[in-house]
Antibody, heavy 122, light 110 residues
Framework: QVQLQESGPGLVKPSDTLSLTCAVS??????????WAWIRHLPGKGLEWLGFIYHSGITHFNRPLKSRISIAVDTSLNQFSLKMTSVTVADAAVYYC??????????????WGQGSLVTVSS | QSALTQPRSVSGSLGQSVTISCTGT?????????VSWYQQYPGKAPSLIIYEVTERPSGVPDRFSGSKSGSTASLTISGLQADDAAEYFC??????????FGGGTKVTVL
């Protein structure tokens, strides 16, 4: 059974960099035709796709956030990570890592982590 | 890309049907047959219930069905049950390896 688990600080100071890691267990991050994604749920708002990465390192980002976000993959540790720079209180959210299936397009999110609550405060 | 538009809430009685709309544009929902729906309970991760507009993953009851007309996709829950009370999100492929979500719809079972 494939599982995803986010980890990282729950509290980040304004203007600092948010860093989260997603550990993949039960399967190799290189197996299958999947992108590995970061998605956040802003309080009182909907979900927001941040970006995703293929095991080869190819990345795609949500255009408005592209200048602040980087996603990396470590196939030896079977995990991928998110960094978001210059955070503000508007970035406070539950951050999910997820697996995106590529069949025809890469758009079906068939597996989610449990989510990691990130608070932005000094 | 702007978020897809969903009603904030819908409600229905036990056994009835409810339909949730998800309106996008000709660049996302209207352009691709890649709309998915997710169910989320409070404090839990979302779960896939519909993909590629009409397809159900194994284990999802056939009370859940999806459709699309033009730039609006819809999720219908038939025979409403108490545990269908949750938040539902739509998601569309937006081209160029991008995804766009809706704002979410809270379903209340009366």
């Amino acid at each position: 059974q494939v599982q995803l688990q986010e980890s990282g600080p729950g509290l980040v100071k304004p203007s600092d960099t948010l860093s989260l890691t997603c550990a993949v267990s039960g399967a190799s991050i290189r197996s299958g035709n999947y992108y590995w994604a970061w998605i956040r749920h802003l309080p009182g708002k909907g979900l927001e796709w941040l970006g995703f990465i293929y095991h080869s390192g190819i990345t795609h980002f949500n255009r408005p956030l592209k200048s602040r976000i980087s996603i990396a993959v470590d196939t030896s540790l079977n995990q991928f990570s998110l960094k978001m720079t210059s955070v503000t209180v508007a970035d406070a959210a539950v951050y999910y890592c997820a697996r995106v299936r590529c069949t025809g397009s890469c758009s079906t999110i068939d597996l989610w982590g449990q989510g990691s609550l990130v608070t932005v405060s000094s | 890309q702007s978020a897809l538009t969903q009603p904030r809430s819908v409600s229905g009685s036990l056994g009835q049907s409810v339909t949730i709309s998800c309106t996008g544009t000709s660049s996302d929902v209207g352009a691709y047959h890649f709309v998915s729906w997710y169910q989320q309970y409070p404090g839990k991760a979302p779960s896939l219930i519909i993909y590629e507009v009409t397809e159900r993953p194994s284990g999802v009851p056939d009370r859940f069905s999806g459709s699309k007309s033009g730039s609006t996709a819809s999720l219908t829950i038939s025979g409403l049950q108490a545990d269908d009370a949750a938040e539902y999100f739509c998601c569309s492929y937006g081209g160029s390896y991008s995804l766009v979500f809706g704002g979410g719809t809270k379903v209340t079972v009366l």
